[in-house]
């Protein structure tokens, strides 16, 4: 399984942008943000499209700060997107990658959630116009938000864009397979759904449920011996005054999990797991035979409310566990 390289600070940046510009001084719009569309420079190009492979580019001015209303801010996310090429077919391959994708982070970023699913599939739907742009938009969507490494990493973002892919005439069955198996997994467990049940082994023997678990909150958190960001992520959490008030008073209970095979690995390493925590093992390997869980990042959070209904899913924040807890009708 992968590790994730470090946490994610942009968990809920999305939504403290979207408050700032709701709540930002009214009248009198100031000069909106612009994007355009160069190339690096270079006195070589080609002879169809100006660019060489991997040098054109998307310069967006991602200074928030300079959209004064709510209405600047839906115009600059409407029109994002205008300056690139969607008719360059097979010259798509002119784009930087790299580039295209701190652009798509950034968009990201920007959106509303709720309007992320629109916005998205309406993306994909104009990437559609060949098949090298919808090609190109499907990889440079992935790294964004399915790599196990990013910090966008984001199921609910990216499932519009496989189902787009999934429905789209361009692709064949056989090219709907990886982004049809992707949708399968993407859609576990989402958000405001029921969490798959599943059964853990302690260092006992004893076997109990997920489901039993009675508790406001359940943190589960997916973890490898040695992973490094685990390591990190159990210290956040044990270091955390909220959730430490909420574990004593026996709201919060967190259910730590290792999915793979090496017992001996994890039975040494359970010195290393804070008092209270419920510690075990996926004996049976339901977890990922049964594709109960997505499984190829560690470590992964999902938090749980008192009827196992999914609040977080695959995270590796605690402050979003903190802030989607504080939030949370349960804490009133």
């Known amino acids: 399984m992968q590790h994730r390289f470090s946490t994610s600070t942009l968990c809920v940046v999305s939504t403290l942008i979207i408050a700032t510009i709701a709540i930002s001084c009214s009248g009198g719009s100031s000069n909106r943000a612009t994007t355009k569309t160069t190339a690096n420079d270079s006195d070589d190009t080609t002879d169809n499209v100006g660019y060489m492979p991997g040098t054109r580019r998307m310069d967006i001015d991602m200074d928030i700060s300079s959209l004064r209303t709510y209405e600047d801010y839906v115009a600059f996310v409407d029109g994002y997107w205008n300056d690139f090429d969607f008719d360059a077919g097979e010259d798509v391959i002119a784009y930087d990658t790299a580039n295209i994708c701190q652009a798509f982070a950034d968009y990201v970023i920007i959106i509303e959630p709720q309007k992320a699913d629109s916005l998205l599939r309406s993306l994909m739907h104009r990437a559609e116009r060949s098949r090298p742009v919808l090609d190109f938009f499907a990889t440079v969507s992935n790294i964004v938000l399915y790599d196990p490494n990013s910090p966008l990493r984001n199921d609910e973002y990216y499932i519009p864009i496989l189902e787009v892919l999934v429905e789209s005439p361009l692709m064949d069955e056989y090219d709907r397979i990886a982004p049809a198996y992707d949708l399968q997994m993407a859609s576990l467990n989402r958000i405001g759904t029921i969490a798959n049940d599943f059964s853990y082994t302690l ?39 909220m959730l430490n008030e909420l574990m004593e008073l026996d709201r919060l209970k967190i259910l730590a999990i290792y999915p793979d095979t090496d017992i001996e690995a994890w039975r040494a390493y359970q010195q290393e797991m804070p008092t209270g925590w419920i510690s075990g093992y996926d004996r049976d390997q339901q977890l990922s035979q049964k594709q109960l869980y997505k499984l190829n990042a560690i470590p992964a959070l999902y938090l749980l409310d008192a009827k196992k209904r999914v609040l977080i899913k695959d995270g590796c924040d605690v402050r979003q566990v903190e802030f989607i807890v504080s939030e949370s009708d349960l804490m009133y």
């Open 203 to 241: 260092a006992d023997g004893t076997t109990h449920r997920m489901h039993d678990i009675e508790a406001d909150f359940l943190l589960i958190m997916l973890n490898n011996p040695g992973c490094p960001m685990c390591r990190e992520i159990t210290d956040d959490i044990a270091g955390s005054p």
